[in-house]
């Protein structure tokens, strides 16, 4: 039986397979979303995999350590991403259901709160419609009459998607990594030195000393990708501060939880949210990038400016909730590439490298897909798809896909 939050750990002095010096057929470094999935894929696919974090699987450090994510189908007419989605959604409830973890997947429906001319929405309709997701558009005052908590202001239209909704971040991802070790993987809490050298890489080493051989190795290390390979990717990944606020209900009201509160987005003004769970508080975040940070020394803090412009919107949107109270928050970060599109494709100079991330604030819900793709490529040796492709990181930032 597999705890509910704490990883098998194999600690310093505590690795026998990685201490004989034993070789892997893939070492995953970094056990946030996408390292954990692509392990799971791996894993399962029959090959032998160490999967390697320095601070523990969806860490508070993390980009994925957050307490949720939103899952959405729709991505204006990025199709790639909605079909990504689709997939993912299916992959994340086998596996939650395979782990006896259902909840953390709660369908609450995702509400697009559109402007009279948004092309964003419209596409997403076009791009639903075509690709056969469940959802509807809904006019202004059937959004009033469904969702009368909100005052909807200059919002003119919706698009509901029922079957969408939000996963309990770092829980899932602990179950993911968790289900990787169930399958046989290895996992080793340590923090990796950056590779060297060019052609094959045999071996990685730890801050420890200890080196892990492999085949193939996957460095999925999120916002320390810069770190890692700063001449490589130094420039084109920029990890944000975000922050992240939960607003404290009013005592049995019930209208800010689902199923009568959907997660809403609001692309115009930025910010989106996740109804109150588990009495964890009503969720608001602004989507817009912040300043750099540094994810190991970054004091997560919320700053003061941030906290009233939630408060103001929140006051203004859900009218109701004017004076609630911030019970809790977050300070995470982004590790957004130029535009938006994920990084997946071998290292340049490292032929047996995979660099893996550039989440870029959407990324969470992709995780299954993206561990899927990575996990395919490294079987059949084909090329990335180019939006992939390190060639299409560019060093100034031109946001494209939300
Ligand atoms: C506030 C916020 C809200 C978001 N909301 C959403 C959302 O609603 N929906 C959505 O789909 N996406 C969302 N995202 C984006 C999504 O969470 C991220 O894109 C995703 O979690 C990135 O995962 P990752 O595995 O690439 O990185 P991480 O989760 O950061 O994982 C990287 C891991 O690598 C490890 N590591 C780093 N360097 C080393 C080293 N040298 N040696 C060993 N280990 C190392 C770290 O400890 C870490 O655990 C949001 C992000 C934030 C910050």
Redesign the pocket.
Known sequence: MLGTTLMPRRGRGQAPAVARGATFDVAV????????WTAYHLQRGGRRVAL????????A??????Q????RMGYGDQEIYTRWSMRSLELWKALLGQAARPTQFQAAGVLWLAREQDSLATKTLETLGRLGVRHERLERHQLAARWPQIDLGPIAWGIHEPDSG?LM?FHV?QTVAQMAVAEGAVYLQ?????PSGRGELATLT?HSGRTVSARTFVL?????LP??LPDLLGERIFPTR???FYFGVPAGDERFQSPAMPVWVDFAEEI?G?PDFAGRGFKV?PDRHGPPID?DSLERVPSAETMALVHEFVGRRFPALKNAPIVAS?V????NTSNGDFLIDRHPELSNVWL????????????PAVGEYVAARIADGKPVEAKFSLATKAKVQKRAVF
């Open positions: 470094v970094g056990a946030g979303v996408f390292g954990s390697i974090d320095a601070y523990g699987p969806a860490n450090r993390g980009s994925s350590g957050g949720s994510r939103v899952i939000f971040a991802v340590e923090g990796v030195r950056p730890t999925a290390c999120g916002p320390w770190k890692l975000q922050e992240v989106y996740i975040a994810p977050e995470c970060q982004y590790e893996v991330g550039g989440g870029s604030g959407h990324g969470f819900k992709h995780g």
